[in-house]
């Protein structure tokens, strides 16, 4: 059986988790292009409303497997300094989820895929250098394959481009898309130092934290914006009830949608499957990307693009894979 897909199960979740992060990419830039049918949205007011719905169930998730409501706010008030270090991972995921909507208005899917496997370098190398975790010989070379992905992809444009304009956007992009690596690498590290602290609270409770920190976050940002190219109005004009009917718009629904189910599919994922086939779903992932952005946007796929496809997904696979230890030679009795 191919990628040890035994069961309707795992079949089921291997497809969702890959269809849904690719659709999630290929609408919300379907939905930040001129002459669509999409209306002008406020993606901080989406993101509110998403983290409102994880928030739920997360608590509900509580109150099936954890305690009680008694419980819930006994252990809330035990954790207290927990809560508050919450602060940081939520904000980062915050700025993280922000910078997806914005990164995609900038550039395409394929390209947008393909740049954001840097964060595996940078999560290796975090890991490396802060954790004492160094990196095996395959994830130095699959370094070496994302990197050479990331050139192909952007740095050929870059020096082919004789617009000044084109030039510097792409910059920005690089720019942008290299921050929310940063923000998104900051936080799942620091997350799962938290989730794995000895003594720590069960992940459903601090679940219900990250998603109540993010709610702040994000009403604060709208609260003080500074300015509206950034985020599109302030917190009353994003509760207007024109605002609040765009939620509903088919163009936009279902971003809420699968933004409020990826992380329950991630969940199951790690419980039914594993890491490694995590991964090649991610390396799936950019073909499937390029394959419908073509199809449904007409985005070609240049030399350029098909290269870094292959050098980007050859290295998200190679990273996962063990080093072959050498065999023990056999001593004759």
Not at 44 to 60: D, N, P, Q
Request: proline share 4%.
């Amino acid at each position: 059986m191919i990628l040890g897909l035994d069961t309707t199960t795992k079949k089921g979740i291997f497809l969702s988790y890959m269809l849904l992060w690719s659709a999630l990419r290929l609408i919300t830039y379907g939905s930040k292009q001129e002459g669509s049918s999409a209306p002008k949205y406020n993606e901080t007011s989406l993101l509110i409303f998403v983290c409102f719905a994880k928030l739920i169930i997360a608590v509900v998730m509580f109150l099936r497997a954890d305690g009680n409501v008694s419980e819930m706010l006994t252990q809330l008030k035990q954790n207290g300094k927990l809560f508050a270090r919450y602060f940081l991972p939520a904000l980062s995921y915050v700025v993280y989820d922000n910078l997806t909507f914005i990164n995609l208005s900038l550039t395409d899917p394929v390209t947008y895929v393909i740049l954001m496997q840097m964060r595996i370098v940078v999560t290796g190398l975090v890991w490396s250098v802060f954790f004492s975790k160094p990196l095996n010989k395959n994830q130095w070379y699959a370094i070496g394959l994302l990197t050479a992905a990331c050139l192909m992809q952007k740095g050929v444009g870059i020096l082919n481009s004789s617009n000044k304009a084109d030039t510097s956007n792409t910059i920005l992009s690089i720019a942008l898309i290299g921050a929310q690596i940063a923000c998104g690498v900051f936080a799942s590290v620091f997350n799962e130092l938290l989730l794995k602290e000895k003594g720590s609270a069960g992940v459903n409770l601090q679940n219900t934290f990250m998603y109540t920190h993010s709610i702040i976050c994000n009403v604060t940002w709208l609260l003080l914006c500074p300015s509206k190219t950034w985020c599109k109005g302030d917190l009353f004009e994003a509760m207007q009830p024109e605002q609040l009917t765009n939620m509903f718009h088919p163009w936009i629904l279902p971003i809420g949608i699968i933004l409020a189910s990826i992380g329950i599919v991630t969940s199951l994922f790690i419980k039914h499957l594993d890491s490694v086939r995590k991964t090649i779903a991610s390396a799936i992932e950019i073909f499937i990307d390029a394959i419908l952005a073509y199809l449904i946007f007409g985005i070609p796929l240049g030399a350029n693009t098909l290269m870094a496809t292959v050098l980007a997904a050859g290295g998200i696979v190679l990273y996962s894979k063990p080093v072959e230890q050498p065999k023990a030679p056999v001593e004759n009795a």
